[in-house]
Every structure is written in C-alpha cells, then in structure tokens.
C-alpha cells in the first residue's frame, strides 16, 4: 500500500499539474471516440468541439444535459469552487472537461456509483495513456473518487479539496496500483 506522508501542499501541486498532460492527450482521445460513436457533430474540419467557462447553471447537471450540449457543439465546464482544486483553477477546467466526457463517451449518470465507475474507468485511461507514477494514480484516485465518497457520506463536497487530497493520501485511502495485464486493481479503503 501506498502511504506518502511526506507529500507537502507544494508537491501535491506539481503532482496535479503533471497529471494534466495526460487529461489534455485523454481529452483528445475522448472527443475522438465521441466523435466515431456519432455523440458529437463536427461543424468544421477545424473544430470537433468548444469548451466554455461558465457557471454552475450553465455546465450539465445530467447525462442527458451533456450529450445535448455535444449535438450543439458547446460543453459548458463550471469555474465554481476551483480555488482549491489541485490542479489550479485553469487546470480544474481541463478536469473538469476531461470528466464530463468520460460521462458522454461510457454513459454515466452523476449517482454515487457511475461517479465511481467513471473515476475507475478514467484511471484506467490515463494509465494506458502513461501516467505509471503511483503517486499521480493515487493523487487522482483521492481527488475523483475519493470526493465522490465524501460527498455521498456528507451530502457535500470537501470544503477545501487540496487539502482533503493532501489528508487522503497521506492515510493511504484510495491506493491504486498495477497489476501486469489486469490494469489497475482497486486496494479498499483503509
């Protein structure tokens, strides 16, 4: 197991933005699939799609709000409550978008269990993308899956999240890691 609790606000930062490489390359991969499936119209050769900043009315708050918004060639990603993301605030977008097209691409409510499925399934996707580093895996795991937990526990998300990531890891909650060809296998929580 995965314990890292000599892990600081300052590496927990850098942590979070080297994971971002690898949402952008998941991104590209997803709008591709997306596209390949029919769930989004190309309205040019120069654009599959355009991610705008808004607020909480604006971004989806359903599956069915999604994949409309993909017909219209629009995805509206919340910049609310990013002050505290791991990934800054510009980088919370490119989660952000990275998420809520994992819910178009694999068909994924926003229950506590398709939430969790998604994080799984998105690990999974980084990890083929090569993102290997334990602690990336693991910092991703505490802040995708680990806040769904929270938030079904609490009936609200972690008041601040890098600190919450920061707490999770250290307790060595949600640890990821590789198994040969079997991908990523799931230690409970600890």
């Not at 499936?37 to 040019?44: D, K, T, W």
């Not at 909480?56 to 505290?84: F, R």
């Amino acid at each position: 197991m995965y314990i890292y609790r000599d892990v600081d606000q300052a590496s927990l930062y850098k942590a979070g933005r080297a994971i971002l490489p690898y949402m952008i390359q998941g991104i590209q991969d997803y709008v591709y699939r997306l596209r390949s499936a029919g769930l989004l119209i190309v309205f040019s050769s120069t654009r599959d799609l355009v991610a705008m900043l808004g607020n909480s009315e604006q971004a989806p708050a359903n599956l069915a709000e999604i994949y409309n918004q993909l017909k219209q060639g629009t995805l509206w990603v919340s910049s609310e409550h990013s002050d505290t993301s791991i990934y800054g605030t510009r980088g919370n977008a490119v989660c952000r978008l990275y998420h809520d097209l994992g819910h178009a691409l694999y068909g994924l409510e926003f229950t506590t269990d398709d939430e969790s499925t998604l994080a799984r399934k998105q690990l999974v996707d980084l990890v083929q993308l090569g993102m290997r580093d334990p602690l990336l895996r693991h910092v991703f795991l505490a802040d995708s899956l680990g806040q769904t937990v929270y938030e079904h526990e609490h009936g609200e998300f972690p008041a601040n999240q890098s600190d919450f990531v920061l707490k999770s890891i250290r307790a060595g909650k949600y640890t990821p890691w590789l198994d040969g060809a079997q991908g990523v296998v799931w230690e409970g929580f600890v």
